[in-house]
């Protein structure tokens, strides 16, 4: 008996990571994402398990017939929606009937996305009833155009990101995601600009080049880009640099370069729809 008490406290007190350290749980309606992603860890994983034969079969987006017709029910906590695939203007209609079978039953709801404006416009008016329940975070990890281009080419422009949440915040929780990363130079700057919102969460990106595809020069001229600019010595330096924002989170892949330095993670108070983080997440929903 002492064993396990032992062991179940370990177990609780275990750093959450991934999408667990937004939400308790996660929902996705369709398999695919057509913003496609150069880091993506689902399509990495999709191609690693042979369920697509090419990285660009990954922006064919599939609607998951069970979760077509899926009924649910109140949970405990937060459900993130969606961490494998984002919500498109070819998929908002399906998007928002699933969201309102979600939240009907009172869930909380974390809205995870690369922003389009006429799908934020949309589910603002379509959601109303549920606003109080749900909490907008908005993926932007760098602002110079040919940046966002080449490491998603599929998803909108810095501006239309932005005036997204700014149409967003006055509706409802706004949040934002730094992760991952793209630009390092500029991410001072970007969770100074969105602390004036709420909460700001930074991370790397992931096995680099496990998930991103280096055929080309530039490829691999901007996979070193990335590299170079998440060692631990410019982690390290951005850390210093913001650690007078009190709405900064940062992300396990951070918090384990600041362990590696001896330094505590500042501002990481890992509370649910305060301060959930996007879309570098591993699991998928639990049934």
Known sequence: MYWRRMRTMTVEKREKTGTREWSEHSANLFTGCSHGCRYCYARADALRFKKILRPE?????????????????????????????????????ACTEYLKRLLAPGNRVLIVTKAHLVCVEHLCKALEPWREQIEWRFTIGAIRTATLKYWEPGAPGFSERWCAAVLAQTWARVSFSIEPILDIGAVVHLAERFADFGTVWIGKMNQVRRRVAIVTDEDERRVRAIEEGQTDEMIMELVRALKDVPQVRWKDSIRAVMARHGKASHGNDQTHHGGHEGHEGRRDDER
């Open 57 to 93: 079969d990954w922006r064919t987006m599939k609607i998951r017939p069970k979760e077509q017709s899926r009924v649910f029910k109140r949970r405990k906590g937060v459900t993130m929606f969606p961490t494998t695939h984002d919500i498109t203007p070819e998929t908002l209609d």
